[in-house]
């Protein structure tokens, strides 16, 4: 088949396959897709995203699949365009993003030779399903690589037109089990929610009695059952002690206290998943399921008890807080938090937003849609921007983004589009404390490391991010207090801006401490 020919069929099969849309890179090898998949963009059978960084074009992929629910094909040329993929592709396979990486070869006889741009980039992404035939794409969760040689001549003229996209929905994000596990009554039980954990976990905690311990990007931290400062309170309450088996949904990892909740031998876990979600070791205590049916709900005091120990520690830390004449991470949080409409959609950085997120988002009300996403397969500080404006890309409506300064500048590039790109409406808040604050609350935050702390882990860069956004042509604001916060985020964004909040590194390590502490005098 010629070149162009194999281009057609490849992006028909992925149209049948519900694509709508599709990023691409610019190459030579893979000039036939590219022109096939404008072809197929200009009888608006999908819609195209062209980026120059494979790597940012891939977490835009990402993004895109994520909020959509649907493959998204990313195309790039031969040799070291195909590498720059890998991050998302390896953050995909963690968490079934169905990201198909499109990655154009030359002919199998260069392979070995001294041929431009020819390396062996077959199976590049260990772990991830390989295709060379398009006919073996069928769909399934999680990501695949269709490598496709494309010998010459490349081109012979306009590509073909005549797409055809299919009009299947897109499929659930997830789907009932067809056997789930019965949970007697009896024990004492917490749900925990993970990441992507579905609404599942609060319909169980809901018909248990239960409380829910759901982390931001669970999609279950709503209702009456869950409690915001539901970490803190397994640190420091000894209500903790008390759990006798936990039920838990979706990948956790955001915590200490709850991977060390998930561990202890006293403790039998119910985990709705597989290993690949389970943050700890599997052993004997633990029973894998695929979903939970709960027979009736539990005597109402122990969910009242997590109940007014929560409203308490959420007391205290707003006194602390309040007593607090700067500005502090946490407020940020929530002033982030509270700026997501509902059906609005929310982007989080690893590192400290998620966790001060975790502690500060109130539950939201059930059925109001907001989507809350968040690299989690790998907690990379890599592809956030990205990945943000492909999200919202995705989804339409109101978007925020909240990372950290060093997650922005590591993605600072995801900025970089055409001026004839589609830009969603997308407002970046950066907690800007020039440096990882997150390092200050972990053991080489401790005064014995504090001779090196800053040069490797601090990390501080000194750069302008206004600076940045002019370089990328991105609008730029500056808010220094919550009330400025929330009024730059009460004004809808008109394209992409950013909002940086400028806020101190060198406290973090005390503020968590006098955060624990207030808590553990209120709920100790
Ligand atoms: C790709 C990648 N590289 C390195 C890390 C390790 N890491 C975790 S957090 C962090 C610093 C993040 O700093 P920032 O974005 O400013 O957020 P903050 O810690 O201040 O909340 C680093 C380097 C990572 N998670 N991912």
Redo the contacts with the bound molecule.
Sequence with gaps: MSAAGTARAVVQRLLDLGVREAVVAPGSRSGPLALALAQADREAALRLHVRLDERTAGFLALGLSKASRRPVPVLTTSGTAVANLH?AMLEALHTGVRLVALTADRPARLRGTGANQTTDQRHIFPGVPYLEDVAGLDGSAGPVQLNVELDEPLLQGPAEGGYVRSDADAPPRHRRASDPFRLASGPRTVVVAGDDAGAAARVAAEAGGWPLLAEPSSGARTGTHALATYRLLLAHSPLAEQVERVVSFGHPTLSRPVARLLSRADVEVVHVGTEATFPVAVDERVRLVEGVEVEGPDPADWLDDWRTADARARAAVDTLLDADPELTPYEVARAVAAAVPPRGLLVV?????IRDLDVMAAPSTVGERRLVLANRGL????GTISTALGAALGRPGPALAY??????L?DANGLLAGPAEPRPDLTLVV?S?D?????HTLEQGAPEYAEDFERVFGTPTGVSIAAVCAAYGVAHETARTADELAAALGRPASGVRVVEVPLR?DRRREQTAALSAAVRDAVG
């Design positions: 991050p950085g690893s590192s400290n937003p907690a990379g500080i890599d990372l950290g300064d060093l997650t922005f590591h907690a404390d440096g990882g604050s997150i390092f590194r």
